[in-house]
């Protein structure tokens, strides 16, 4: 079964940094979407971004378009890392992020809000001075 751990999260100031990690395993078939979420108190969760694995395809939500950058790892599977950059972090930013995983067999483009059928444990970011 597929698994997804994070890592990177913590507390930085506005206009500050972070990277996530996602460490991806145990996945059998390379053609896959694998993008965050996020959720703060009191919102619904919505996605932030997505990468189409083995190609370079990209998707963002608008809110975080130009200030986010979502890349991943060349290693071999059945694992690989998909990390997602953060610049100019903005306290509205502040959530708990989430690493989600599915299937994409016709490597269709992944979207932001792609519908995941996997999700990691999160890990909490949080922007304030």
């Known amino acids: 079964q597929v698994q997804l751990v994070e890592s990177g999260g913590g507390s930085v100031q506005p206009g500050g940094s972070l990277r996530l990690s996602c460490k991806v395993s145990r996945y059998t078939n390379s053609r896959n979407c694998v993008g965050w979420f996020r959720q703060a108190p009191g919102q619904e969760r919505e996605g932030v971004a997505a990468?189409?694995?083995?190609?370079?395809?990209?998707?963002?939500?608008d809110s975080v378009t130009g200030r986010f950058t979502i890349a991943q790892s060349q290693d071999n599977a059945p694992q690989h890392t998909v990390y997602l950059q953060m610049d100019s972090l903005k306290p509205e930013d502040s959530a708990m992020y989430y690493c989600?995983?599915?299937?994409?067999?016709?490597?269709?483009?992944?979207?932001?809000?792609?519908?995941?059928?996997?999700w990691g444990q999160g890990t909490q970011v949080t922007v304030s001075s």
């Open positions: 990468i189409t694995t083995g190609t370079d395809t990209t998707d963002y939500a």
């Open positions: 989600a995983f599915t299937t994409n067999p016709f490597r269709r483009p992944c979207r932001a809000r792609f519908t995941p059928d996997r």
